[in-house]
């Protein structure tokens, strides 16, 4: 038997074990850092496959890692998520990406036991819909020295590069003085002014930015009587750009709006990230390149599709070569994060391609375990890279 005969014959044998665990987690939605349930079911099913696990990872009570090795040899990490949606359940599919990338697993841990030199390892990465577990994980060193890190994204539509962009936010807090609005307003110092002329400058720079990029924000606090001038006022806003150097970029010139809005209205200004910034994803063509080419093999074609989104997947593809492709689990279409496609996972179809996305991860896994050009290759993609 081949290696990827070996694959596809131990991710088969395990076909109802993996449909079990999507159906499990589906029925057991947890919002993201409260996945105790799902994290304790998934450490367990790795556990009894065989694989080194170590809960807690790094301090995050829901972050874990499974490992299965071979000796000394390249690395290769699946980049679990089982987050739902608060209200909304597994709406998004990461009952789906778990189970594709414990599929996954199985099918490189089998290579690994026939003989393969290597590693492959699931890290369960918590809460990716609010952004805190992979940037988390990234700064504590869970994905060092892996030369691959892979996951696929369940959708309604196939496609290996999409547009994963950058996402972060900032709450702006403007400090005035209070005053009567009526006897004394001179005596006062208008947070309000504040919020009023930094909203309006970021509605001004909105004409300069490129094409995909986003700000957005509301107003949480601007006064809470007429009568008195405003001596507090909060902004949150947040940010999407396409390219990290130009989000950062951005970023810069939104807090410079808002520092602006301060110096001209004399009130103070504290800011700070309201969630962790999201980078946008690397993709890495090499990997990208054999992920679609093991598509090609089984029949599955991309699709010619406009999508932008945003993941922490971004963090782990700064320091690994990584991939994040979307892979069609329906007939038709409907939007992530709703209750049609949340239903929609739990299909034949959806079934089928759990484990056709198992395969598809690890028979490009498997490329990374045997080919030391094709690791070269795709390390040689990363920035700072020589």
């Known amino acids: 038997m081949t290696n990827r005969e070996c694959i596809i014959s131990a991710i088969d044998g395990k076909a109802a074990l993996l449909q079990d665990l999507s159906r499990w987690l589906f029925d057991h939605p947890e919002i993201g850092l409260e996945e105790f349930e799902s994290s304790k079911h998934l450490c367990q099913v790795m556990r009894e496959l065989g694989f080194e696990v170590e809960d807690h990872l790094y301090g995050m009570e829901t972050a874990f890692r499974a490992t299965k090795k071979n000796g000394d040899g390249p690395r290769v990490a699946l980049m679990a998520e089982y987050d739902a949606l608060p209200g909304a359940g597994h709406a998004c599919g990461h009952n789906m990406i778990a189970s594709m990338c414990v599929g996954a697993a199985i099918g490189l841990g089998a290579v690994l036991d026939s003989g393969v030199p290597g590693e492959v390892t699931v890290i369960g990465s918590p809460s990716e819909e609010t952004g805190h577990g992979k940037p988390y994980l990234v700064e504590h060193g869970a994905y060092d020295g892996f030369d691959a890190a892979m996951s696929i994204h369940p959708g309604a539509f ?181 209750p049609e496609f949340r239903d929609a996972t739990l299909q034949p179809m959806a079934m089928e391609r759990l484990l056709e996305g198992a395969k598809l991860l690890a028979l490009t896994g498997l490329r990374v375990l045997e080919d030391a050009d094709f690791r070269a290759r795709a390390r040689a993609e990363l920035p700072g890279a020589k």
């Open 158 to 338: 196939t496609k290996v590069h999409l547009d994963w962009i950058a996402i972060g936010g900032i709450d702006f807090h403007f400090t005035g003085r209070p005053a009567h609005a009526g006897a004394a307003p001179y005596e006062g110092v208008n947070a309000l002014d504040a919020v009023v002329v930094f909203y309006s400058a970021v509605n001004a720079l909105r004409q300069q930015l490129k094409d995909g990029t986003r700000v957005h924000g509301i107003i949480l606090e601007a006064g809470s009587a007429a009568n008195i001038i405003p001596d507090s006022g909060r902004v949150r806003m947040e940010f999407r750009a396409k390219e990290q150097a130009y989000f950062d970029e951005v970023v810069e010139k939104v807090v410079n709006c808002a520092r602006g809005a301060a110096l001209a209205t004399g009130c103070e200004l504290e800011y700070h990230h309201y969630e962790p910034t999201c980078q946008g994803v690397l993709h890495n063509q090499t990997l990208g390149g054999q992920f679609a080419r093991e598509m090609e093999a089984m029949g599955i074609s991309e699709e010619p599709v406009a999508f932008t989104g945003s993941t922490d997947v971004g963090n782990v593809s700064q320091v690994v070569p990584t991939i994040h492709p979307v892979l069609r689990i329906m007939e038709g279409t409907c939007s992530l994060h709703t």
